[in-house]
Every structure is written in structure tokens, then in C-alpha cells.
């Protein structure tokens, strides 16, 4: 800013003050939605990515990137639960017809026999289309059988024949099909943020912030004895 | 966007509760005969935000010898149909019956076991067999079949409704009631227990305790910054 008389103030300062300020709150915005997550299995917690435009871009210079790393599978017995021991993404179709990725896998058999997912959604096989048991199972526990590279098979009829059904689709997050994949069936992959490692991230974040936050401070009360300062006139 | 970030993390610990809910009401259940545990599930939706479903637990609960007469187990995936005292149908797996006034065999609230099976009063003994045929030893040895206990079955037993007192009616999910094929059998003088699983109760506890811990340390964190940054003139 210029004011009468040529005299240049920090006012550019004040700016950027502010803008770090709203940079370190979505980055502290991106750790407390990890936190929050922590108990939904299958999320993958996002990591805040700053690049060095902040100065020029604000808060829009933060992105988060979604870390591939797995999270700890947890046995739960159920044989309709699966979970992915590779990258990889499980394909639900939603009833409007698009088809979202997801790495929660607990499913269940509905009265068609369709493998649905917690929020009742299909889930598709590798060749695209929602995967259906033949029949509803009697023992489920006994009859349904998932291997590791995600073959659907099932008891059928009284002589006890095994029959497959189909593949599990799991593709990356690009839609392509990965084809050497690891599924464990009774398994349940959580979330795979780590407590104290959002928390330990969070310390800087707002110091910086506090920093910022001072600086503003400073420069305003500058700024405000200067213009005071100036304008007495006797 | 801070108060947002306060809103998400409130959001998730009311989600949270749910599953404290549901805890506490398995727990509480546990000495409930042919109570089916359920469980609230946390998922991941579209929007990033946190969505809940309640799931049952229909596996088979344990066994327990009691040697009372009216006792009738279910072992399989059979349900008993009641005509409520209104004339509705409703199914249950408690397994303790009684004589009423009439004779006819109902469960302790007075419900009617099928569509009425009447035992003489002068009966010493019922037996019931594996397949449900009900037989009543009369004093000079002689005996008489009253009647049938007709299983049924759902094809998603999941989707049944609980209406209080251990009984269960169908929705459009479970689908209807079929004659059970699934060959249950049924075993006198037993109660089906429970199938809360204690340990599995504690687990969701402790990992409850963790995540809402932490999910409200949160919003006292994001709190704090919210103050700084709504007086920056201190």
C-alpha cells in the first residue's frame, strides 16, 4: 500500500500472514478428517501436499494425496467379508448406473442371492456385471468359498459339487483391472490412519499457524502507530 | 471452514455413539434366549462424510441344557411362527413356551405357537421330535399327536424387523416367510443363548474409546485455533 507522502508499508506482509494462516487450517482440516475416520475400515488417509506457489495461490496450493498404504486386516469370521491384501479397489455399482471404488469390503448375500455392500450397493465382477449366488446358501459359512485371487465358488445341489460363480473385480484407482490381486475372505481391512502420527502432525501445523498469527498481529500494530504517527498534525 | 471441520468431527462422534448403542444393548441381552447380536457399522459415503448401518449377527447361538418340557431349540436357520393375541403373525428363536389356560402351547407373553397346538389337560408329558411332531403321553400310556411345529425360513433373515419382545416380522427385505427347506431341526428340553460374543463387544469398545477420544480432542483443538483466529487483534 502507498500512502500520501510515498511511504511503503508491509502491506503485502499482512497477505501473506493471512494466507498461511489459511493454509495451515486446511491442512489441519485434512488431519481431523483422517481422525474422524479412524474407525471406517477400508478408508485411506489422505496426506496434505503443499507445493511452493503458497505465496502465490493461498490455500488453493494445498491438495491431499490418498495414501496406498494397507490397512491392518482384522479376522471377523463373517465369509462374505473380504478384504484386499494388494493395491486395489473393490467396484460397487450404484442404482443410477455409475460405479465407485472401494476397499471396504464387508458385503452381504441379500434375499436374490446379490452381493451387496453396507450401503446396499452391487458389487460387480470382473466381467462388470453385479455378482449372484445361483442360490441362497443353507451354510454359508460352509458353501461359499472366495480364493485368493478372488474366484467366487459354491456348494451346489446334494452331491456337494463345487461350482464357480465368478471373479470379484478389483481394479486401481484409474479403473484398469489389476489381475494378480490377494483377497482374504473373513477379513476386514481398517482404516489405515495411525492416531499419533495425525496428532504429531498437527503440532507444527499449528504452530506455524500461531506464527503467522503473531506476525499478523505485528505488522497491524505497525501499520496502525504509523498511520497514527503520521496523521497528528501538531 | 473451521466451524466445517468442527461440524464433520461432531458429526462422526454422534455416529460414533450408535455403535455404543448397539453395544450396550447386545451386553445387556446377553442371558436373552434367541437374541441375535447386532452390530452399527460405520462406512465411508461418496461425500466424504460418515455413514451407519445396523447389521445382525443371525449365526446360531449356543446351546444350553435346561430339561424343561417346553423348551424347544431350533438348531438351524429356522424360525417359530406366533399368532399374537391381535391375530398377527410374528416369528421368534426364544424357545421357552408355556400352557396357557386352554391348553394351547404359547410363549410367554401369551403369543400362540403356530396356528394353535392344543395339549390335553390331562397330559403327563409332550414330546417333541426332531422334525416338530408333537406328542402327548396321556396317563394310561397311550398317546397322542396334537399337532406340528412348521418351521419357516427367510431368505435374508438379516432383513427381518424386531418389534420388542424377541419377535420379528418380514419386510420387503427379508423377503416372505417360506416352509423352511433348510432342514432345522429341533431339540427339546434346550434354549438357544445368545450369540453375543463378549470379547468381540470389548474390542468395539476399546476401539470406540480411542477414535471418539480422539475425535473430540479434535474439536477442542480446532476450537482453540478457531478462538486465535476470531481475535487477531490480541
Given at each position: ?12 506482509g499482512?497477505i501473506?500472514s ?6 495451515a487450517?486446511?491442512?489441519m ?7 474422524s475416520h479412524?474407525?471406517?475400515p477400508?478408508?485411506q488417509?489422505k496426506?496434505?501436499?503443499?507445493t ?7 490455500p ?5 494425496v ?9 479376522n471377523t469370521?463373517?465369509p462374505?467379508?473380504?478384504a ?16 465407485e471404488l472401494?476397499?471396504d ?5 441379500d ?6 455392500t453396507?450401503?446396499g450397493?452391487?458389487?460387480?465382477t ?13 451354510d454359508?459359512k ?9 474366484t467366487?465358488?459354491?456348494v451346489?445341489?446334494t ?5 464357480a ?12 483391472a489389476i489381475?494378480?490381486i490377494d ?10 490412519v ?30 496502525s502507530?504509523?498511520?497514527q504517527?503520521?496523521?497528528r498534525?501538531? | 471452514m473451521?466451524?466445517g471441520?468442527i ?7 454422534i455416529?460414533q455413539f ?6 450396550s444393548?447386545n451386553v445387556?441381552n ?5 437374541y441375535?447380536a447386532k452390530?452399527?457399522q460405520?462406512?465411508l ?19 444350553v441344557?435346561?430339561?424343561r418340557?417346553?423348551d424347544?431349540?431350533i ?5 417359530f ?5 391381535d ?5 421368534t ?18 403369543d400362540?405357537l403356530g ?6 389337560a ?5 414330546v417333541?421330535?426332531k ?13 397322542v399327536?396334537?399337532?406340528?411345529i ?34 432345522s ?18 474390542d ?9 477420544i480422539?475425535n473430540l480432542r ?5 476450537d ?8 487477531l487483534?490480541?
Amino acid at each position: 500500500m502507498l500512502l500520501q507522502g510515498h511511504i511503503q508499508t508491509q502491506y503485502p506482509g499482512l497477505i501473506n500472514s493471512i494466507q498461511a494462516m489459511s493454509t495451515a487450517v486446511t491442512q489441519m482440516g485434512i488431519h481431523s478428517d483422517n481422525i474422524s475416520h479412524f474407525g471406517v475400515p477400508g478408508y485411506q488417509r489422505k496426506v496434505p501436499i503443499t507445493t511452493s506457489f503458497v505465496e502465490f495461490l493461498g490455500p488453493n496450493a494445498v491438495d491431499s494425496v490418498v495414501s496406498a498404504d494397507r490397512g491392518r486386516l482384522r479376522n471377523t469370521e463373517t465369509p462374505t467379508h473380504l478384504a484386499l491384501n494388494c493395491e486395489g479397489y473393490f467396484q460397487k455399482l450404484r442404482s443410477n448406473g455409475t460405479i465407485e471404488l472401494t476397499r471396504d469390503g464387508r458385503f452381504a448375500v441379500d434375499k436374490q442371492g446379490y452381493f451387496r455392500t453396507l450401503d446396499g450397493q452391487f458389487v460387480l465382477t470382473d466381467a462388470g456385471t453385479p455378482l449372484q449366488l445361483p442360490s441362497i446358501p443353507v451354510d454359508i459359512k460352509k458353501e461359499l468359498t472366495i480364493s485368493p485371487n478372488g474366484t467366487v465358488s459354491m456348494v451346489t445341489g446334494t452331491m456337494g459339487e463345487i461350482r464357480a460363480i465368478g471373479r470379484v473385480g478389483v481394479v486401481n484407482r484409474h479403473g484398469r483391472a489389476i489381475t494378480n490381486i490377494d483377497v482374504k475372505q473373513g477379513y476386514v481391512e481398517d482404516s489405515n490412519v495411525i492416531l499419533q502420527y495425525e496428532f504429531v502432525n498437527m503440532v507444527p501445523i499449528r504452530r506455524q499457524f500461531e506464527a503467522n498469527r503473531q506476525l499478523f498481529i505485528i505488522q497491524s500494530d505497525t501499520l496502525s502507530r504509523t498511520i497514527q504517527e503520521l496523521g497528528r498534525t501538531s | 471452514m473451521l466451524d466445517g471441520i468442527i461440524r464433520m468431527s461432531a458429526d462422526a462422534g454422534i455416529k460414533q455413539f450408535s455403535i455404543l448403542d448397539r453395544v450396550s444393548q447386545n451386553v445387556s441381552n446377553m442371558n436373552t434366549p434367541g437374541y441375535k447380536a447386532k452390530e452399527f457399522q460405520q462406512y465411508l459415503m461418496v461425500d466424504g462424510t460418515i455413514g451407519g448401518v445396523e447389521r445382525v449377527d443371525t449365526s446360531q447361538g449356543q446351546m444350553v441344557d435346561t430339561g424343561r418340557e417346553l423348551d424347544i431349540a431350533i438348531k438351524g436357520k429356522g424360525y417359530f411362527p406366533l399368532t399374537q393375541p391381535d391375530g398377527s403373525i410374528a416369528y421368534t428363536r426364544d424357545a421357552s413356551f408355556i400352557r396357557n389356560k386352554d391348553g394351547f402351547i404359547t410363549s410367554m407373553r401369551g403369543d400362540i405357537l403356530g396356528e394353535g397346538i392344543r395339549v390335553p389337560a390331562e397330559a403327563n408329558k409332550i414330546v417333541v421330535n426332531k422334525t416338530g411332531d408333537v406328542t402327548a403321553l396321556l396317563p394310561e400310556g397311550k398317546e397322542v399327536e396334537v399337532g406340528k411345529i412348521g418351521l419357516v425360513m427367510f431368505r435374508n433373515p438379516e432383513g427381518l424387523q424386531s418389534i420388542g419382545y424377541n419377535k420379528l416380522v418380514p419386510t420387503s427385505m427379508s423377503g416372505a416367510a417360506e416352509v423352511d427347506t433348510t432342514g432345522s431341526t429341533l431339540l427339546q428340553g434346550r434354549i438357544e443363548q445368545a450369540n453375543v460374543n463378549m470379547y468381540l463387544q470389548i474390542d468395539q469398545i476399546l476401539r470406540l474409546n480411542a477414535g471418539l477420544i480422539s475425535n473430540l480432542r479434535v474439536v477442542k483443538y480446532i476450537d482453540d485455533v478457531y478462538k486465535q483466529a476470531a481475535n487477531l487483534r490480541q
